[in-house]
């Protein structure tokens, strides 16, 4: 780690005997190879994904500002099976709560930031949405300009709400200097969205998906998320059947639907930050929904082995080349031998990832909508 700053100041220690309820690991599970900060503060060289907790809530209205959230969704994290050994894990604890909620808004920043500047992927176990701000700052404090994307029911922009959770999101996509190139919400449910801000979302050429939509066709959002650098998922947008502990609607998304987009955060070489928010534990039942993260922390190391083994664009030979035009315009589509992934050439020869559909709808002469949409925000 750089030498200015030790993160380990704002953190503290997992308290292991807790976590696993003295049980301890058998070979194999996750808690036994996991490099966490338990006693003395882990040696982070070797790990490319490193778990963080911040159990924060106040931005929500709750006043016991402190959940027990991260340390619940360890639990049954650790006691999975260790799949993917070219990936290494490291968990250098929880975030200290600050007397106010703004300071521990402040050092898990910090430490997101540190983290990310030493070249590692952060996991971040929250307490509320609103911690989505800190993430972003761990940027903006870098003056890197990202595309962020968002899994929620909720459009996080309820200026009338005194809750910080329910209208970050201001903050985030108009505060000034703003470094958000472009933003994906993606399974809002329309029902809890006034038309207006969808409106809003689209003037500003941000996109967003309703939950429908991604149900039918999750593979499409693969390319959408493969763009992204901050991902953010609030486990509102899963059906309350599939994560008792999200109390907002009997629908959404399922516990596999999940899976499969924290695989596809995984898989992305851009994702270098991840959170996941909204565990309120005193709704959860039989720890149900620390089980659901669970699994979708499974996956991202699952997409992590899988993207890995993805070529570089320049290596021309790992990919399937295809040539096509459209409304006159001439483009190259590429598609991974490896992965099965596409990507589009723009008119400035750059490559954006897409999705087989795009290229079946350039092939019969129509404009893909991800093309026009990556012309329209230059």
Same mark, same amino acid.
């Given at each position: 780690m750089s030498d200015h700053l030790n993160i380990s100041d704002f953190l503290s220690p997992v308290n292991l005997h807790e976590v696993s309820h003295d049980e301890g690991y058998k070979d194999g599970q996750l808690g036994k190879t996991i490099a966490v900060y338990s006693e003395e503060f882990p040696d982070l060289d070797e790990a490319q994904i490193v778990i963080v907790g911040c159990g924060e809530q106040r931005g929500s209205g709750l006043i016991h500002g402190h959940s027990?959230?991260?340390?619940?969704? $360890?639990? +049954?994290? %650790? @006691?999975?099976? %260790?799949? +993917?050994?070219? !990936?290494?894990?490291?968990?250098? &604890? /929880? !975030?200290?709560?600050?007397?106010?909620?703004?300071? @521990?808004?402040?050092?898990l920043k910090t430490v997101v930031q540190e983290l990310m500047n030493d070249g590692k992927t952060v996991i971040i176990l929250g307490g509320s949405h609103d911690l989505t701000l800190s993430q972003y700052n761990a940027y903006a404090e870098n003056k890197k300009t990202i595309e962020a994307s968002c899994v929620d029911a909720l459009i996080d922009l309820n200026l009338e709400s005194p809750f910080r959770h329910e209208n970050f999101l201001m903050e985030m =996509?108009? &505060? #000034?200097? /703003?470094?958000?190139? +472009?933003?994906? +919400?993606?399974?809002?449910? @329309? %029902?809890y969205v006034h038309p207006r801000m969808? *409106?809003?979302?689209?003037?500003?050429?941000?996109?967003?998906? $309703?939950?429908? @939509?991604?149900? #039918? /066709?999750?593979? *499409?959002? *693969?390319p959408v998320i493969r763009n992204s650098n901050l991902f953010s998922f609030d486990i509102t947008a899963i059906a309350s059947a599939y994560a008792p502990a999200s109390t907002l609607s009997p629908n959404g =998304? /399922? &516990?596999e639907e999940a899976c499969v987009l924290m695989r596809y955060a995984g898989m992305s070489p851009n994702v270098n930050s991840i959170g996941i928010y909204g565990y309120d534990v005193q709704h959860d039942k039989d720890e149900l929904t620390a089980k659901q993260i669970s699994h979708m922390l499974w996956y991202v190391l699952d997409g992590r082995s899988r993207g890995r083994r993805e070529s570089e664009l320049d290596e021309r030979d790992s990919f399937n080349e295809y040539h096509t035009a459209f409304a006159e315009v001439e483009t190259t589509f590429l598609q991974s031998k490896k992965t099965g992934r596409w990507w589009m050439q723009l008119p400035d020869k750059k490559f954006i990832a897409c999705s087989y559909k795009d290229y079946l709808l350039a092939s019969s002469n129509e404009i893909p909508e991800r093309w026009l949409r990556a012309q329209e925000r230059g």
């Open positions: 027990e959230a991260p340390d619940i969704i $360890r639990r +049954h994290f %650790y @006691s999975l099976y %260790y799949w +993917h050994q070219d !990936i290494k894990i490291a968990d250098v &604890g /929880n !975030i200290k709560v600050g007397s106010l909620f703004t300071d @521990s808004y402040a050092a =996509l108009t &505060g #000034e200097p /703003n470094y958000i190139r +472009h933003y994906n +919400h993606i399974a809002f449910q @329309s %029902y969808l *409106e809003t979302m689209d003037k500003l050429r941000f996109d967003c998906y $309703r939950v429908g @939509s991604v149900k #039918e /066709n999750i593979d *499409e959002m *693969e =998304l /399922n &516990g």
